[in-house]
Antibody
Framework: QITLKESGPTLVEPAQTLTLTCTFS??????????VGWIRQSPGKAPEWLVF???????RYSPSLKSRLTIIKDTSKNQVVLIMTNMDPVDTGTYYC?????????????????WGQGAPVTVSS | DIHMTQSPSTLSASVGDRVIITCRAS??????LAWYQQKPGKAPKLLIY???SLESGVPSRFSGSGSGTEFTLTISGLQPDDFATYYC????????FGPGTKVDI
């Protein structure tokens, strides 16, 4: 049974750095082909994909946010950490981590079959 | 970037209705298209992948079709649990989601 859970601050000040942790179970990020993604959703808006990280430490970032994002995995803890710099009020929303279904070698792409419950983040002073 | 659109943005329906939601891509995504259902305060739930493959555990009243740039999600016999917002997502390249279709009573 695959589960994921996000954790981190609910309030971040503008210009500060957001760090979110995804703790997962039911799969291993050491297994060939496995990937985890981060997706965010502003209130009342569609989800927006941010990044994928793979078992071999390959990382694929959204081109529009690449300069602000860093993703790290800790396979010993079954965790993936998302770091987003220079936070702005428009970054307010719910941040999800999710398991990427293995389906092809197109590592830029993918769909998500298991999602965490989401971590609400408000950017405000 | 591949831009996704959906129509309608809101759909009013009744239990038992057949509901069709359309998703269009700004360029061909082949059949690399997924559909999700989202309820308020919850994460999206995968319903359909590869345009027409039903995810395990999803009721068979949900079906998907299409390829290239035009896709549909059909709910045959709307149930009370189906009132939600539905999103399409292409994964031919960097993933992008449609703006959503809210199905309400």
């Amino acid at each position: 049974q695959i589960t994921l859970k996000e954790s981190g601050p609910t309030l971040v000040e503008p210009a500060q750095t957001l760090t979110l942790t995804c703790t997962f179970s039911g799969f291993s990020l050491m297994t060939s082909g496995v990937g985890v993604g981060w997706i965010r959703q502003s209130p009342g808006k569609a989800p927006e994909w941010l990044v994928f990280i793979y078992w071999d430490d390959d990382k694929r970032y959204s081109p529009s946010l690449k300069s602000r994002l860093t993703i790290i995995k800790d396979t010993s803890k079954n965790q993936v950490v998302l770091i987003m710099t220079n936070m702005d009020p428009v970054d307010t929303g719910t941040y999800y981590c999710a398991h990427r279904r293995q389906y092809s070698n197109n590592w830029n792409a993918g769909f998500l079959d298991y999602w965490g419950q989401g971590a609400p983040v408000t950017v405000s002073s | 970037d591949i831009h996704m659109t959906q129509s309608p943005s809101t759909l009013s329906a009744s239990v038992g209705d057949r509901v069709i939601i359309t998703c269009r891509a700004s360029q061909s995504v082949s059949n690399w298209l997924a559909w999700y259902q989202q309820k308020p305060g919850k994460a999206p739930k995968l319903l359909i992948y590869e345009a027409s493959s039903l995810e395990s555990g999803v009721p068979s009243r949900f079906s998907g079709s299409g390829s290239g740039t035009e896709f549909t999600l059909t709910i045959s016999g709307l149930q009370p649990d189906d009132f939600a917002t539905y999103y399409c997502q292409q994964y031919n390249t960097y993933p992008s989601f449609g703006p959503g279709t809210k199905v309400d009573i």
